[in-house]
């Protein structure tokens, strides 16, 4: 399925004291993969609010390999696990530099109708441009 990879420079607030980076942080990281895994094909979680269909995570999994620390640029490797229903699933790997995996981490969201709450198919849109 479609992959795609973007670099983050770790930041000194994203740290703890010892200059590593505080665990929850990782959430972070990965939805900036997700989010512009999403812009690469066009789509956008703004647009896509504008329409009344909203993409809240409903399960997180993060497995810690090695560290990222203070000034590290890491790698963010996005990759959709398969075609999407009413839920979407991406799975990641986050390395440093060197190449050494230091996390792996996968994510569930689910397409809402902001209108009714509750869970409707992928938009079709969606379907189109992951299978462009």
């Known amino acids: 399925m479609k992959i795609d990879e973007i670099q983050i420079r770790v930041r ?10 505080y665990h929850g942080n990782y ?20 647009s896509m609010e504008e329409n009344g269909v909203m ?35 991406f799975e990641y790997e986050i390395s440093n530099e060197k190449g050494d995996v230091l996390t792996v981490a996968s994510t569930t969201l689910v397409f809402i109708d902001m209108k009714t709450n509750r869970p409707i ?10 299978k462009k």
């Not at 090695?66 to 640029?73: E, I, P, R, T, W």
């Open 55 to 89: 993409l809240p995570v409903v399960s997180l999994s993060i497995n810690y390999k090695k560290s990222a620390v203070y000034d590290d640029v890491i790698n963010v490797k996005t990759q959709l696990k398969k075609t999407p229903t009413a839920k979407i699933e």
């Open 27 to 46: 959430a972070l990281y990965l939805e900036m993969g997700r989010i512009e895994w999403l812009r690469k094909l066009g789509i956008s979680y703004k």
């Open 121 to 130: 198919k992928a938009p079709q849109y969606i379907l189109d441009a992951i």
């Open 12 to 21: 000194y607030g994203e740290t703890d004291q010892m200059g590593v980076v």
